[in-house]
C-alpha cells in the first residue's frame, strides 16, 4: 500500500482516485474547489480545499511523506507548473505531472516532474491503433516500439496448437495468455490449442504484430 497525494480532481483525477481506492492506496486530494473535493471523498481517505500553487499550504501537507504526488491539473498550465516545481522544491519523493501537448510536457520535465502522462496523445494512439483493425479488442502501449495485444485467433490458426505454429520463431511475436468468455489462462505450453472462441495476449513490435495480424 503507497500512500498517495493527489492535485486536482476534475474528472481524470477523480478516475485515478477511483483506481487507487480499488487497490486499497491511502490518497489525500486537494483541489481549490469545494464540489470536486465533495464529489471524491468517497474514494480517498483524506481530502484539503487549498491553492497548491501556494506554497506554505503545500508545505503544511507534508509532501516528503508521501510515496507519489500526482499532478492532475492538465487545462492550466501556470498553476501545473508551479505546483510540480514546488512539490519538488519541498522535497517530493516522485511526482507525476499530467500535461496537455508536448510544450507543457517539456516544461513541466524542467520544472522537476519525474514522469509526464499526456492523456491525450495516449488516448489518440490508443485510439487509432484499437479501431483500425477489426482484430484488435483491446491494447496496452509498453513503448514506441512494443504494445500489448488482445487480438482474435487468425483463421489460419484456429485449431493448432501454439507449437505447431512455432509463433515465436516464425511470426517474433509472443503468447501471454488466452481469454476464454471473460477468464484468463497464462498457462501458454506449445500444446495450448488456439480455437476460434477465444482471443489471445500477443506481446510484440507494432510492425510484427500489423504483418502478422494484417492490421
Not at 483506481?19 to 486499497?24: D, G, R, S, T, V
Not at 517474433?172 to 489462462?185: E, L
Request: net charge negative.
Amino acid at each position: 500500500m503507497k500512500s498517495v497525494l493527489l492535485i486536482g480532481t476534475g474528472r481524470f483525477g477523480r478516475h485515478i482516485a477511483e483506481k487507487l481506492n480499488e487497490l486499497k492506496h491511502e490518497v489525500m486530494a486537494v483541489d481549490l474547489r469545494e464540489d470536486r473535493i465533495d464529489a471524491v471523498l468517497p474514494y480517498v481517505t483524506t481530502a484539503q480545499i487549498g491553492d497548491s500553487t501556494n506554497q506554505e499550504f503545500l508545505k503544511s501537507l507534508g509532501v516528503r511523506n508521501f510515496d507519489v504526488c500526482i499532478v492532475t491539473i492538465g487545462g492550466d498550465f501556470q498553476s501545473s507548473l508551479e505546483t510540480t516545481s514546488l512539490l519538488k522544491e519541498l522535497g517530493a519523493k516522485r511526482v507525476i505531472s499530467r500535461a496537455a501537448g508536448r510544450v507543457h510536457e517539456k516544461f513541466l520535465l524542467r520544472n522537476g516532474a519525474d514522469h509526464i502522462v499526456d492523456t491525450e496523445k495516449q488516448m489518440a494512439r490508443w485510439t487509432a491503433i484499437r479501431f483500425s483493425s477489426d482484430y484488435i479488442f483491446d491494447y496496452m502501449e509498453l513503448d514506441e516500439d512494443y504494445g500489448i495485444f488482445e487480438v482474435s485467433v487468425p483463421e489460419n490458426w484456429t485449431g493448432k496448437t501454439v507449437g505447431e505454429l512455432d509463433i515465436r520463431r516464425e511470426y517474433s511475436v509472443s503468447v501471454m495468455a488466452v481469454k476464454k468468455d471473460g477468464k484468463m489462462s497464462l498457462n501458454i505450453t506449445p500444446d495450448t490449442l488456439l480455437t476460434e472462441d477465444v482471443t489471445m495476449l500477443v506481446l510484440g513490435g507494432y510492425r510484427d504484430i500489423q504483418k502478422c495480424f494484417r492490421i
